[in-house]
């Protein structure tokens, strides 16, 4: 025990880490923030903006709105009888009525304020766009009334059409899985992060039965595509290349999804983990776990400050540190491949509760127990799923066929969510 502690705890790396998470959390050192909104034309003037989406719209189901952050290139602004036009810099929340957003996709119509779908642009991240409205002292946010398209700020007209790809393969996906009903509703959540076809008592029900990682984006899903593209390429170019084939996978689900907190952390374990197996080098995945925790607080600092970000490192480290401890105890009277599970899941909530607990005031013991039997059901519905997806785009006659069998699927999957829904949180 000793000796772990020397070689593992005690590492540069993992005493980096120890000592980032205490001056965040404990002694609360104030973090760099995004760029601060820069222009002649003062916020509470501002009519219109021009800019860039910089992240995944988010939607308020109070409010009907959604939010995104706009990276500022031109604004603006208005005395009540002049208008100046003038360069401006930094990030802007801005909140966008639900018409705006929501006007291309499938089942959503808002032809009261607009006759043509077209009069939207598609509001997604790397898409540039002029938003006109006001600001908003009481949300810190600019108040959009109206949204148009714009021109690409970039000089990269490669990562312009490589954005505008992304958005246009989300909306094509939404499409597709509409017609599959509540089904491809969950489908849409686990592969993007779109919630807006997702019955909400279900979210909810996910929520009370411990199961909030399965519909947050982390490394589960990118396991899942990491692991098919590296069976892919194993079965068609064999070994030497499985791993490009897994980094690829990782890639590319990162790039379509967007990169959430518990997203980008997996994403930079995988990384770390598949550069130590393409040059032979011996890791250890504490020290990779730490050496994520400080790339990630670097790049994106306010990261560390959400519930996601909190959740995802403390319940990754718990497993590295407790699950082999945890699985000797339940192979006593289980079989290896459950224990393995239990053992995983007993050590996530084990380091998140205190979490849980603070900031929701109780947490939900019957996670242990209901991960190891939905996991497994929802890797089997995704792998259906993206077959049914290729399928369906290839013959498209088969898409119903695919819809009705996921549709079975899912809604064994809210049985047992339902199910373990029924277990009371504790609660503080």
């Known amino acids: 025990m000793v000796e772990t502690v020397k070689k593992y705890l005690l590492s540069p790396v993992v005493l980096s880490a120890f000592f980032v998470f205490l001056a965040i959390y404990a002694l609360k050192i104030p973090l760099r923030k995004d760029a601060e909104f820069s222009s002649v034309a003062k916020k509470e003037s501002l009519i219109s903006i021009s800019g860039v989406i910089t992240s995944n719209p988010v939607k ?110 989300r909306l094509y996906l939404k499409r597709l899985l509409y017609s599959w009903g509540n089904a491809g509703a969950l489908i849409l959540s686990l592969l993007s992060g779109s919630r807006e076809y997702l019955l909400q008592d279900v979210a909810e029900k996910f929520k009370l039965a411990g199961l909030s990682h399965i519909l947050a984006l982390s490394g589960m899903h990118l396991s899942f595509f990491s692991g098919l593209f590296s069976f892919v390429g194993n079965k068609i170019f064999g070994k030497k290349v499985k791993s490009l084939f897994s980094l690829a996978g990782v890639m590319f689900f990162s790039w379509f999804a967007g990169l959430s907190p518990s997203l980008l952390r997996a994403l930079l374990c995988s990384l770390f983990v598949l550069f130590e197996s393409l040059f032979f080098i011996r890791g250890n995945f504490i020290k990779t776990l730490c050496l994520a925790f400080l790339v990630h607080v670097c790049i994106f600092p306010l990261d560390s400050l959400s519930v996601a970000f909190m959740l995802s490192y403390a319940a990754i480290f718990g497993i590295l540190m407790f699950s082999k401890g945890f699985e000797h105890f339940f192979s006593l009277f289980t079989p290896k491949s459950l224990s393995s599970s239990l053992s995983a899941s007993c050590s996530a909530v084990l380091f998140t509760s205190p979490i849980s607990i603070k900031i929701f005031g109780m947490f939900m013991p019957i996670g242990i127990i209901s991960s190891t039997i939905v996991s497994p059901l929802i890797n089997c519905f995704l792998a259906l799923s993206l077959f049914g997806i290729v399928f369906s785009l290839c013959i498209p006659f088969l898409s119903p066929l695919f819809g009705c069998i996921l549709e079975v699927i899912y809604k064994v999957i809210v049985f047992f969510v339902n199910f373990f829904a029924l277990v009371p949180p504790v609660k503080f």
Request: aromatic residues 10%; contains cysteine; charged residues 20%.
């Open 60 to 169: 308020n189901l109070k409010i009907q709105s959604y939010s995104v952050n706009i990276l500022v290139k031109d604004a603006v602004s208005s005395d009540g009888i002049i208008k100046v036009h003038s360069e401006a810099d930094g990030v802007v929340l801005a909140k966008l009525p639900a018409y705006c957003v929501e006007a291309l996709y499938p089942g959503k119509l808002y032809s009261e304020y607009s006759t043509k779908a077209s009069d939207f642009p598609i509001i997604e991240k790397g898409e540039s766009v002029i938003l006109e409205g006001t600001w908003s002292k009481t949300l810190n946010a600019f108040c959009v009334e109206n949204v148009k398209s714009s021109e690409y700020f970039g000089k990269n007209l490669f990562l312009q059409k490589l954005w505008h790809l992304r958005s246009l393969s």
